[in-house]
């Protein structure tokens, strides 16, 4: 189900601000799960040691914003996943196998053939040696890429929407910002941006359809790169 705060009219240039995970990408739980019985692991090791364990949420926090790199937080991860655990590319290995939204990106190359101005707005989990945008192929979709590990600022921290805003350089009220997370939306509501709360892909994509006038299906061609 989908939540917006406002319709927007008119066709003049808008701005869609899309999170990457969950929304670029299909949700990554049912992967995790399955990669970590591959692994050894008990399903839900992935989840509960990066949201739940204190040193695993403090690793993933300073990943986030660029105060460690993916490297140093493989090692210290694969530790407290067992130590059996082969840190080399962990986060590469987590996320190889989670697809892209392919209805998604066929939205966001409509929305941009349209004139409509793109903002990649997401919490990183790493650039190196695994690169998730460029593993599914959507870097080059966006005009505009706000990473927090790039800017050293993470959702929900109001600021890092007004920097996304500020680069993306289309007022609040004709931006649309998509999120899979309910709690990184309050902030960028308050700022007169238009939210979209995408927990399924299919709503997500029909709702932006009508907010910004294109048609997903109108791409002729692979929906990802």
Known sequence: MTHSTKALGGH?????ILDFAGVLTASPVNVHRAWCVSEGLAPGAWRSTLNGHPEGRRLYTALEIGEIGQTEWNQGTAALLGEHMDPVNLMGRAWAKVPVARRMVALARAARAAGHRLALLSNSFGLDPFNPYEHVGIWDLFDVHVVSELVGLA?????????TLELIGVPAERCVFVDDHA??????????????HA???DTAVAELEALLGVTAASVVGPTAL
């Open 12 to 16: 003049d240039q808008r701005g869609l």
């Open 155 to 163: 959702k929900p921290d109001p600021a890092i929407y007004q920097l």
């Open 183 to 196: 709690i990184n939306l309050p902030p960028a509501a308050e700022l007169g941006i238009t939210t979209v």
């Open 199 to 201: 927990t399924d892909e």
